[in-house]
């Protein structure tokens, strides 16, 4: 089967840097995101991933833990993740105690995600060094681990000193191999493999997804670890309408908000993720049939079990992204529940 959870920048409907939000759009984009993503429940949506930005009000999600501890309230059954808490921006010791936290809050229906940034921008205007941006991102997710596995920590080394302290509150230890890591290279899909993390990549065309699965299922194997199509996450940016043709109209109608064509670096500040902002694999506009033949065809050319649908990628009207999400989770999901997936693709 493949899994089928929303992505989101969660725009607040601005256009720009410059166009600042007031507080009444503030107060309306969070109301509104609030009651659709408690919808999706209903609609059939397995999770939830949150994306972690700062400092552009395009998205207003700088803590994507705290939108999973409202949602979590609202739901039941749906599951949550981040995609990814940018751990060199994040004390870590701090957001591992948050995750023992929503481990429990939701009552273990939050799988943690981590990520390295979207580039340099957001560390650089956070007053960190880019040369610090991986060892700390590799620093942090090497204290996740460890808490994961003891509640009782030592973790030295530049930028933390913990001397057997213990974390509260402490998570299940299958909390630890529940994390979804971020990656867009074989090499990060060979790291997140000797971790035990699931994987979740983006932007890439199809056949380079797949190698970055192999490289995953290899380092996995290498390493004495199952691998089981759940584990590995493939987002895409999906709108859904009745048909092909009004899908594709209200998509032109829009404000794609991370492509070249809109003239943003938003989620594409990278030079590589930019190259490929266009990519046509990255994208799965059309109705409900259309959209679950190309999904379960690029998760079978992988071995994906789970697709990250990036729902608000363009400042649609809300009452078709809403539409959108409802065909999703009614009419393309069970397409998706249905499809069988190698696990050695």
């Known amino acids: 089967m493949i899994e089928t959870w929303g992505f989101y920048l969660f725009t607040s409907g601005n256009t720009g840097p410059a166009e600042r939000p007031t507080p009444t759009q503030y107060q309306e984009a969070y109301d509104r995101y609030m009651h659709l993503w408690a919808s999706c429940e209903e609609w059939g949506f397995d999770g939830l991933a949150f994306a972690e930005h700062h400092f552009d009000p395009v998205s207003i999600s700088p803590s994507a833990h705290l939108l999973v501890a409202a949602v979590a309230a609202r ?35 939050f799988e943690p995600g981590i990520a390295p940034g979207a580039g340099d921008a957001e560390a650089i205007k956070a007053g ?34 913990l001397e057997e302290v213990l974390m509260v509150p402490s998570m299940r230890p299958e909390t630890g191999c529940s994390t979804w890591a971020t990656v867009m290279s074989p090499n990060s899909a060979k ?32 390493a004495g670890r199952a691998v089981d199509p759940s584990m590995l996450g493939l987002r895409r940016r ?67 079990g789970a697709v990250m649908c990036f729902t608000d990628f363009a400042l649609f009207e809300h009452a078709d992204l809403v539409g959108s999400h409802e065909l999703i989770g009614r009419k393309v999901a069970p397409i998706l529940r249905s499809a069988t997936v190698s696990p050695a693709a």
């Open 75 to 109: 739901t039941k059954t749906l599951r949550f993740t981040t995609l990814g808490s940018v751990l060199a921006l994040h004390d870590a010791r701090r957001y591992v105690e948050e995750v023992g936290m929503l481990d429990y809050i939701t009552r273990g229906r």
């Open 128 to 161: 960190l060094p880019p040369e610090e941006i991986r060892p700390r991102y590799h620093s942090g997710a090497d204290l996740l681990s460890k808490a994961a596995e003891s509640p009782i920590v030592t973790h030295q080394d530049a930028f933390t000193n």
């Open 238 to 304: 999906v709108f859904v309408a009745a048909s092909d043709a009004e899908a594709q109209e209200k998509y032109e109608a829009s404000r794609d908000m991370v492509g070249v064509t809109s003239g943003r670096a938003f989620e594409t500040t990278d030079r590589a993720v930019r190259t490929m902002a266009n990519e046509p694999d990255d994208f799965a506009i059309g109705s409900p049939a259309t959209v679950a033949e190309k999904l379960v065809e690029q998760c079978r050319a992988g071995g994906y």
């Open 191 to 222: 790291w997140a493999a000797e971790k035990g993390y699931k994987l979740c990549t983006a932007w890439l065309p199809t056949p380079i997804a797949a190698s970055v699965a192999a490289a995953y299922r290899d380092a996995a194997h290498a």
